[in-house]
Structure formats: C-alpha cells, structure tokens
C-alpha cells in the first residue's frame, strides 16, 4: 500500500493506493496554518487513520507547495511560510517510524499523471498547474525530476517571453511575490487571467463568473481571453525550446477551460523554434486528486 499526503495551505488530504492505483481509503483534514508541529501531527494522525482503515501499512510520500534545499536539507521556496527552514522530511519520518519521500506539489501532479493519468506511457511529461498561482513538474519515466538545486521545472518563474506593450501595461504595480517583476505567473495563473479583466474593465470578477461572459459573447471577456491564451502559448513554447516534453499536462482551476486544447497547438507553433511542434496538451486525467496521488507515487512501482 502506498500512502500520499498532499499538504496544502488550506487543507491536507491522504489518501491510500493499492499496487493497481485502487484508491483504499482517503480524507481531508483543515491544515493548522501557522504552527509547523500541529501540521506534523496532522499528518501522522491522517496516515494512522489510512493504515486503521485498511488495516495495511504504507510507504508515505508527501507533495508540498515549496521543495527541499539539496544544500541544507530545510523546506525553502514554500508559500505555506511556517514550512521553511525546517527538516520537514527528518522530522516527519522521526514520528512515523519510517522514511518519507517529499516532493513539490507540481512534480506530484506530473508523477501522477505519469503512472496512471494523462502523460501515462510517456517518457518526459510536463505537468503545469494554473490555478491560484503558477507552476511546473516534470517527471522522467514516472519519477520526479527536481534538478541539483531542487527547482527544476519553476517555470511559473522565468520571466513571460516575447513580451508586447500590452504585456507591458499589464505589468504596471504588478510584482511577483518572489520579489522579481515579468514573472509568467503573474500573466498565466487563474489571479493574473482575474487580474487582467479588472484592468481592462475596472470591474472584479472570478474566473468562472468571466468565463461565462465569453459564453454570452461578451467583447471585454472574449478579449482578455485572447490575451491570456496567447501568453500561455508563449510561456508553453518556451518549455518545449528548452525540455521538449514528450506531453504536457493542464492542471489546476484553468485547466478546466476546455477551449484551451484548442486554441494553444496552433498558437505555441508559432513560437517553437522552426514553427513545428506537434506536443500534446492534454487536461490532468485525476484533477484536484493528481497532487495526492503523485505522493503516493513517489515511491515507484515494484
């Protein structure tokens, strides 16, 4: 049995697997924001649930919004702040009696979608997850790919290329909250697709309330659509320029946006290098359960 956590800043979910990928038991917890122990004890409370239930014990892997530092040990990059700094893995493993894989979340996602999912077959996958905020996984047969300094994959932080004056305006009193300012997160992310209509038409709307615009014909909505699908596009090409995916995978709130499996092959063409790509973009096969099952998949299958 393979146990995942997916620890997120809201809530934190386990979830059990049978070697087939079965789901066994699963449950979500709120995450105690702010107070490292009590997530700790969360967390190996979550497992002693799964492994009750199941009456089984489990391999424990955990998908976490930051990474390890290979230099230090310590969690850093984490937006679920009272993570960083600390010996997560260590320390988890010491009340659990037992080893603990750790992983982004956005590897988790390209893990799962990997073994089981939308990239199942292929070799290099590319997990982007557009939603709140933006980021990237990679996964090389099934496995995590982090890179030496744990951030393989950060693509949601590289500036947004072939930026135009329109890319320009947007950015007016924007910056990223890693402290830089172009980063394509605050372009492509579900905030910056919100963000971009609340400058176009000084209203405040959700995604989904304006994705029912374009629905309706609406100019303003249809018109920030463009703009967030030909953004996409560029910071798409840009992944394949540099790692060439076998496939990549949508996850996250925007990825739900149907019109996009459409609309990007032929635009991303236009940005390759030599205007020929045939890359798949396919939407994540597990949604929000991708996370939490790419944490159970970081321990490999037999």
């Known amino acids: 049995m393979r146990i995942g956590i997916d620890l997120g800043g809201t809530k934190i979910e386990v979830i059990a697997l049978d070697d087939d990928g079965e789901t066994l038991f699963r449950k979500r917890v709120a995450t105690p924001r702010g107070d490292y122990q009590a997530t700790l004890n969360a967390i190996v409370s979550l497992v002693s649930d799964a492994e009750l239930a199941t009456g089984q014990k489990g391999t424990v892997g955990v998908g976490i919004p ?7 040990g310590r969690v850093k990059n984490a937006n679920s702040t009272w993570l960083n700094g600390q010996f997560f893995d260590a320390d988890l493993a010491k009340l659990l009696g037992r080893p603990v894989k750790v992983a982004n979340d ?25 939603g709140t905020g933006c980021g990237a996984g990679i996964a090389i047969n099934g496995q995590v790919h982090s890179g030496g300094n744990g951030v393989a994959g950060e693509w949601g932080h590289n500036p947004l290329p072939w930026q135009d004056e329109q890319d320009h305006a947007f950015l007016q009193g924007e910056q990223c909250y890693c402290g830089l300012v172009g980063c394509t997160e605050l372009f492509v992310s579900g905030t910056g697709f919100m963000s971009d209509y609340r400058k176009y038409t000084g209203e405040t709307k959700t995604g989904s309330e304006i994705i029912e615009l374009i629905g309706a014909d609406d100019q303003h909505a249809t018109s920030v659509m463009h703009n967030y699908q030909s953004r996409l596009a560029r910071a798409l090409a840009q992944a394949i320029n540099m790692l060439d995916p076998d496939v990549i995978v949508l996850g996250g709130g925007m990825s739900n946006v149907d019109n996009l499996y459409q609309t990007l092959p032929p635009l991303i063409r236009n940005w390759v290098f030599g205007r020929e790509c045939d890359t798949p973009i396919r939407k994540a096969v597990h949604g929000d359960s991708s996370g939490v099952r790419g944490a159970a998949w970081l321990w490999p299958q037999n």
């Open 66 to 72: 930051g990474t390890l530092s290979p230099v230090t």
């Open 106 to 130: 956005a590897n988790c996602l390209a893990v799962s979608e990997a073994v089981d999912g939308a990239g199942k077959g292929a070799k290099v996958v590319f997990a982007v997850i557009i």
